[in-house]
Each structure stands twice: as structure tokens, then as C-alpha cells.
């Protein structure tokens, strides 16, 4: 069975700090992993995700993600954090290897920006 | 790009009645969508997999007979939610798996009086 921890509940930085967003996964197969972003009453926004190939993703809004098959994680980072970045982030992961589409997601982290 | 619609955005029931919410993929054909269930501050449980053309798949501790879920042609899904109660009210949201991607609608938010 696929597993995602998201081990902070809530992350406060300063606008201008760095930020990470931490992810640590399980599954039995090829993980594909993904970052949302969530704001108020909104739906998910995809930020970026990672099925093969370099370790390091780029993403939307000068996010990235980093892929540690040796540690299971895939934490998110933003080297200049901004005001405008406070919102609710999930990790999500499904088994490339055979799970087909069934994603299942991590129980979220606040983010918090402050000016 | 991919697009994910619901409707309603938001609806407001009686404890006792029934609600549809539609889930429509805009410009791509989708076999199997998938609906969650999103509590205030929690994460996204997954609560079926939505399959067209045959019976959907529902995760554990997920009533069948209360969530109806049918996948009518290739770009609907649809969930009705069946004698609605309080405990009801939540975020819900579909999603539809296009390539590698998942492409996730706005969401619908249900408040059962």
C-alpha cells in the first residue's frame, strides 16, 4: 500500500527566507510523486511532480522539489519565500509500477509567510 | 490544458434529501475519475474511483449505497450523495488522470442543514 507523511503541520518563514516543505513516501512500485497547493475554498493547483529522471524538479512559482530514493522523500523548497506563497500544501503519491491512477495524498501543511 | 469542471460550486440541502454533483472533463476523455472527500483543515481521502462503463471501486469505510457514483459517457462522472445528513458536509472533489498527470476540479462544497 502507497503512504505519504507530512511531518509539520504548520511551517512559518520569513518573506525572503528559504522554505521547505517536507515529504517522506511509501510505496511498492515506481513512486510518481507531485506537490498541490491549495488556497481557501479553492481547489488543488499542481506545482510540480516527479516520474523519472533528474532528482531535482522545477516547478510553478519558482518551487522545486528534491527526489532522495535513499530517504523515501521529496521535499519541497523555494529559495526567496513570499508573502503570496501562504497557503496549504500536499504531497501526493501514486505506484507507477502497476497502481494505476489512485493517488493518495499527505494530510497537508500550512505554510505561512510573514512580511 | 487539461480542464476539470464540478457543479455545483456550492450547494446547500436539507438533512434527509439527496445531491448530485457532476464531475466533466472539458477537452479529454477520462475512463476512470476519482472523487475525494476533503474535511476543514484536513487532507484529501480518496473515497472511489470512478470507472466508466462498469461498477465503481470504493475505499475502505466508504458506504456504497450513500455515495452513488456513475460514470456516464467518457467526460462525466457524477456522485450523489443519498439522504444527506450533517455529518455530510465537506469539500468534495473529482479529479481525472490524463497521461501522468491528474487533473483535479475546483471542487463543490456541500453543507447539509
Known amino acids: 500500500a502507497q503512504s505519504v507523511a507530512q511531518p509539520e503541520d504548520q511551517v512559518n518563514v520569513a518573506e525572503g527566507n528559504p522554505l521547505t516543505v517536507k515529504c517522506t513516501y511509501s510505496?511498492?512500485?515506481?513512486?510518481?510523486l507531485f506537490w498541490y497547493v491549495q488556497y481557501p475554498n479553492r481547489g488543488l493547483q499542481f506545482l510540480l511532480k516527479?516520474?523519472?529522471?533528474?532528482?531535482l524538479v522545477k516547478g510553478s512559482y519558482g518551487f522545486e522539489a528534491e527526489f532522495n530514493k535513499s530517504q523515501t522523500s521529496f521535499h519541497l523548497k523555494k529559495p526567496s519565500a513570499l508573502v503570496s506563497d501562504s497557503a496549504l500544501y500536499f504531497c501526493?503519491?501514486?505506484?507507477?509500477?502497476?497502481?494505476?491512477?489512485?493517488?493518495?495524498f499527505g494530510a497537508g501543511t500550512r505554510l505561512f509567510v510573514k512580511a | 490544458g487539461a480542464v476539470v469542471s464540478q457543479h455545483p460550486s456550492r450547494v446547500i440541502c436539507k438533512s434527509g434529501t439527496s445531491v448530485k454533483i457532476e464531475c466533466r472533463s472539458l477537452d479529454f476523455q477520462a475512463t476512470t475519475m476519482f472523487w475525494y472527500r476533503q474535511f476543514p483543515k484536513q487532507s484529501l481521502m480518496l473515497m472511489a474511483t470512478?470507472?466508466?462503463?462498469?461498477?465503481?471501486?470504493?475505499e475502505q469505510g466508504v458506504e456504497k449505497d450513500k455515495f452513488l457514483i456513475n460514470h456516464a459517457s467518457l467526460t462525466l462522472s457524477t456522485l450523489t450523495v443519498t439522504s444527506a445528513h450533517p455529518e455530510d458536509s465537506s469539500f468534495y472533489i473529482c479529479?481525472?488522470?490524463?497521461?501522468?498527470?491528474?487533473?483535479f476540479g475546483p471542487g463543490t462544497r456541500l453543507t447539509v442543514t
Open positions: 479529479s481525472a488522470p490524463r497521461g501522468t498527470e491528474q487533473y
Open positions: 516527479y516520474i523519472t529522471g533528474d532528482n
Open positions: 510505496v511498492s512500485g515506481n513512486p510518481y
Open positions: 501526493a503519491v501514486r505506484d507507477g509500477g502497476g497502481g494505476g491512477f489512485k493517488t493518495i
Open positions: 470512478s470507472n466508466e462503463g462498469s461498477k465503481a471501486t470504493y
